[in-house]
């Protein structure tokens, strides 16, 4: 054969014995039940398996939280039961005022101070008290403007009372805060006095200066100070 030379012939013939092994070789170990392409696509799957599958994890997750929850429901149940009993004696009395009134409104800007009425309000504060702690009440009021332009505003605060026979004087900060339809924001410091009528129910009055210092009429680098009187009631529940 043209080219083929004893070396080339005796490679060939060596080449051929190769393959004739590893032909048997396979045979061989296809004869035990082995065979090589289920372990690859054992790789291939164990190699995907070592991503995460997004699809399984968004399926498990529902199941998962809401395992989570009953158990951490389940903890603090548990640790509830040594809490002390004290705890479960503690109490809260709420007491609501409801007032009413108007006052002197002034603002400055430019160099220039503008005095007016304040627009008539209507107050309504929810005090909350606890552990029959009367001279500190946690306070949210609510402020509801009546005149000019209608509005509503909230003011969480702190009130600090002190008793001197019928009469109870209270001081009072808060941050007063518009939300419909002006925003405005301030500080609050406010004094008063309550006298019980009766066991449940009290005559308020109080005032209020309220400083708005930002606010969606408010212009920059101007504020508004309001001193406001309001005269009312109070019923203890």
Do not use: K
């Amino acid at each position: 054969m043209p080219g083929l030379t004893p070396n080339g012939s005796l490679e060939g013939v060596a080449a051929q014995r190769d393959l004739a092994d590893g032909l048997n070789a396979s045979a061989a170990l296809n004869s035990i039940g082995f065979d090589f392409q289920p372990l690859r696509s054992s790789a291939a799957s164990d190699s995907t398996s070592a991503r995460p599958d997004i699809a399984a994890v968004l399926h498990l997750g529902p199941g998962f939280l809401t395992r989570l929850m009953f158990g951490l429901l389940g903890l603090l149940s548990f640790l509830a039961t040594f809490v002390p009993t004290r705890a479960a004696a503690q109490s809260l009395d709420v007491v609501l005022d409801a007032s009413t009134g108007s006052g002197v409104l002034l603002g400055s800007g430019d160099g220039e101070t503008e005095v007016g009425r304040t627009p008539w309000f209507l107050q309504l504060d929810a005090g909350f008290i606890f552990d029959g702690d009367t001279e500190i009440e946690w306070v949210l009021g609510s402020t509801l403007q009546l005149e000019d332009r209608p509005a509503l505003g909230f003011t969480p605060g702190i009130r600090l009372l002190r008793p001197a026979g019928p009469v109870e004087f209270f001081g009072e900060a808060g941050v007063p805060v518009f939300v419909v339809p002006f925003t405005r924001l301030g500080l609050e410091l406010a004094g008063g006095a309550l006298y019980r009528l009766f066991d449940r129910v009290a005559l308020i009055g109080q005032l209020a200066i309220d400083v708005f210092f930002a606010g969606s009429d408010i212009p920059a680098d101007t504020a508004v100070i309001m001193f406001n009187l309001g005269l009312g009631g109070r019923v203890y529940f």
